[in-house]
């Protein structure tokens, strides 16, 4: 049990590597997750505002996660330009858009007024 377990973990460590080598999109979103947590240290936020910022990353990180997974799905289904798989890859896109507007306010709403301090 233990042994199935572990190569789920390995599949799954795998899938992370994959998206970091080959999606720039997932780069992104872990360069942004990284400059998140410096501003956090840098500016002292609070726990609660840390906690915040984690479970912005935790979420963006695996919402790109299934985005790529759908997108990379339908690929090997039809390489051809089909409009139902279309519909697939663009509302799975859309999620990651949705999520992405969202955290950008609730970090904005988190990190402007640390960055306002920093100019009065």
Not at 13 to 25: C, H, I, M, Y
Not at 27 to 36: E, K, Y
Not at 49 to 56: K, M, P, R, S, T
Not at 82 to 111: E, Q
Request: glycine letters at 6%.
């Amino acid at each position: 049990m233990i042994k199935k377990h572990t190569i789920s973990i390995k599949h799954a460590w795998d899938g992370v590597v994959w998206a970091l080598s080959t999606q720039p999109n997932y780069r992104v979103h872990a360069f942004l997750s990284l400059l998140s947590i410096a501003g956090g240290i840098f500016f002292h936020i609070s726990k609660a505002e840390f906690l915040i910022i984690a479970v912005l990353i935790v979420m963006g990180l695996s919402i790109e996660t299934v985005n790529t997974s759908i997108e990379e799905t339908c690929d090997a289904i039809d390489g051809s330009i089909r409009p139902d798989i279309k519909i697939a890859k663009d509302v799975a896109a859309a999620a990651m858009l949705i999520f992405a507007v969202g955290a950008t306010l609730i970090a904005g709403f988190i990190f402007v007024p640390y960055i306002i301090s920093l100019f009065i």
